[in-house]
């Protein structure tokens, strides 16, 4: 122990000194790492209350973004369910929109289809007219008037699937224009006129020979023996007749029934009338010749009368009045047979 207490009272100026150097190194040196701790924690510090305020801000930042997120998703939440709200209104309106464009297809097929109906009734029902027209009363204008009608009804309906039937009255109409015409009419006047000729007829019974021309007498004076002469023998002549008959023996008939005979020409001649309206040509030529037969036999064909009346009854037998019309029988049977294929389906 006393060694110990020598040893640094020895060096103790030295010592002391080296060692308070020492320590106010050790002190500088705390001092200075106080200073950089404390600069470095009032820096760390201000640094963490700077990101402090930052993470603050952003997180103030953040919750207003996510308040302005969940009102977008809440807008967005309310959109979706008026779009799906709008989309099931859509969804039911395109339904029954479906279903009223189905009902109206179906509208407009049947429509379709009672107008094309309509229109082929009212085509058929013009041709049968004009087809009536033309048997019984021979009125061609009538017909090709009633055909040109059907014609201009079809090309108004503007349907492709009437082509066909408009072909066929094309060729009817042009058939009409190309066809001979007869003038009935006049016809039946020339019948008229030649049934009120009739009781003006002569019959053959009452015919009377025709006296042969006497030869002039001389000039010069005859003796009066020979003038009484000549006037006895021109009386005797008168007595006898001879003379050449080119067909047999007129009939003899009662006054009664030269009237009836009349009678029965003049029907005969109104029959060939009615015939000639009916447009019967057998019937009109059948009574024609039958006419033309009596008048030869039983009146005078020597009458100039007589003679006219055979003259036109020959020529309206042997002409004939040119009855055979064209008829329109295809197109109202086309029209038939269309209207037939098209109910077809629908039965």
Avoid: C
Avoid at 14 to 25: I, V
Avoid at 81 to 102: D, G, M, P, W, Y
Avoid at 153 to 170: N, T
Avoid at 253 to 262: D, E, H, K, V, Y
């Amino acid at each position: 122990m006393p060694e110990r207490d020598t040893a640094p009272s020895a060096e103790s100026p030295a010592a002391q000194a080296a060692a308070r150097r020492r320590s106010l190194r050790v002190a500088g040196a705390f001092v200075v790492l106080a200073v950089l701790l404390a600069w470095q924690w009032i820096d760390t510090r201000s640094r963490f209350e700077s990101l402090r305020d930052q993470v603050a801000q952003r997180v103030r930042d953040s919750e207003s973004d996510s308040r302005d997120a969940r009102l977008i998703a809440k807008q967005s939440q309310e959109a979706l369910r008026e779009v799906q709200a709008r989309q099931s209104q859509l969804e039911l309106k395109l339904a029954e929109s479906q279903s009223q464009q189905v009902a109206l297809e179906a509208l407009y097929q049947e429509l379709s289809r009672s107008r094309d109906e309509w229109v082929l009734a009212e085509i058929e029902q013009i041709l049968t007219i004009a087809s009536q027209q033309l048997q019984l009363a021979g009125n061609v204008r009538a017909a090709l008037v009633a055909l040109q009608t059907a014609d201009a009804r079809l090309a108004r309906s503007d349907r492709p699937q009437f082509a066909p039937l408009r072909k066929i009255i094309a060729s009817d109409i042009e058939r009409l224009k190309a066809a001979h015409t007869p003038d009935i009419p006049g016809l039946a006047i020339k019948l008229d006129q030649l049934i009120v000729a009739v009781d003006s007829l002569p019959l053959a019974q009452e015919a009377r020979p025709a006296i042969a021309a006497e030869p002039l007498a001389d000039a010069r004076p005859a003796r009066l023996w020979e003038r009484l002469g000549a006037e006895f023998l021109g009386e005797l002549k008168q007595l006898v007749r001879i003379e050449h008959m080119d067909r047999p023996d007129p009939a003899m008939l009662a006054p009664s029934q030269g009237l009836f005979l009349r009678e029965n020409l003049k029907l005969r001649l109104l029959n060939a009338r009615i015939a000639l309206l009916a447009r019967d040509e057998s019937t009109f030529r059948a009574d024609i010749k039958t006419a033309s037969d009596w008048l030869d036999r039983y009146f005078d064909r020597k009458a100039r009368a007589t003679a006219a009346v055979q003259t036109t009854l020959s020529q309206l037998g042997s002409g004939g009045p040119g009855m055979a019309l064209p008829s329109i029988s295809e197109s109202l049977a086309a029209v038939r047979n269309y209207k037939s294929v098209r109910d077809r389906p629908a039965r």
